[in-house]
């Protein structure tokens, strides 16, 4: 009975972000509800959240990430902007090279392999891959396994470097504070911006539109961005379903033989990532958790909510993973296309 499973789903959900919480884990709702999500489609529970409740969540976290967006951060690239140029082409490259790799010592075909091993907004390139032939499926499975991974590395490390710090975080967390006028105009620009960057067929336009407009309203002092903390957690709650509810058993049961090929691929380039922030760290002269956030292989979104539960630079880290998603997206179907034809396989 759908009800019931879902009613299961929210309450193992809360528990376990709770837990997550009390141990001081960065982004416990998205965690938690992210892993029960798993568990439920690998025992074969099938669940569809409503598409309109993850819209409206990517909207809200947009709104989210806005009230952290500051002119200065345009100041700051620019200062900087060699550096940022070769994190850009070194990711671009790099992504290239590894679904090469893939697609040569593995049994996936070239769009698919090309397309799944694409470190852009998992939705985007699932989407993406479908208009150009490649199995969307195991496309599908490429890429929220990478976010998963992504996600799990990125609060670990949050966690490590943070320290006694994530404690503090925590316990200055109010669920409830006293809402105003604010939360309603709040609320219409989510509405209305997400809703027209899904109009206007923008690549996670419904998260992009919302984060820029309200970068640009909150910052001239039109409207005061307001978003408790409530209506944060069920937006984080809403984006950890749709990733972990988003695995399929019987695909996970076809990706069995080229998964460690996959693995081996993800890893590497969350290794190289890595490597990047060390040197972006020592360059800009920033923290390296916000080097690491800054140039961590997406999603977008997950590690926006990463980020809201630490003491990193959210708005670098947003420029820099905003300007990756957007050369992803531009560059994304002529690399696939190059290594679909010119990627040669082994031999049987």
Known sequence: MPVL?????FVLSLLLSLLFLFIHLPGPLLLGSMIVGIIFSMRGISLHPPRCTFLGAQA?????????????IF??????????IVILLATLISSAIIGWLLVRYSNLPGNTGAWGSSPGGAAAMVAMAQDYGADIRLVAFMQYLRVLLVVGAAALVTRLVMGDQAQ?????IIWFPPLSGNLFSTLMLAAVAGTAGRLLRI???????????????????????????????????SIGWQIGLGFDKQIFLMALRPLPQILLSIFSLMAICAAMAWG????MQIDF??????TSPGGVDSVAVIAAGSHADMALI???????LFSILLTGPAVARFISVHAPKQPA
Do not use: D, F, K
Request: with cysteine.
């Open 5 to 9: 499973q879902w009613s299961l789903l």
């Open 60 to 72: 809200i976290l947009g709104c989210m990430i806005a009230q952290n967006l500051t002119g200065s």
């Open 75 to 84: 100041t700051t690239l620019a200062a900087h902007w060699p550096m940022v």
């Open 168 to 172: 503090t975080v925590s316990e200055q």
């Open 203 to 237: 690549p996670s336009g419904v998260m992009l539109l919302p984060m820029l407009v309200g970068a640009l309203l909150n910052a001239s002092g039109v409207m005061v961005i307001e978003l408790p903390e409530w209506l944060l957690a069920i937006a984080y709650m």
């Open 280 to 283: 972006l760290a020592h360059y």
């Open 289 to 294: 958790l916000t080097a690491y956030l800054a």
């Open 318 to 324: 947003m420029a820099m993973q905003t300007l990756r």
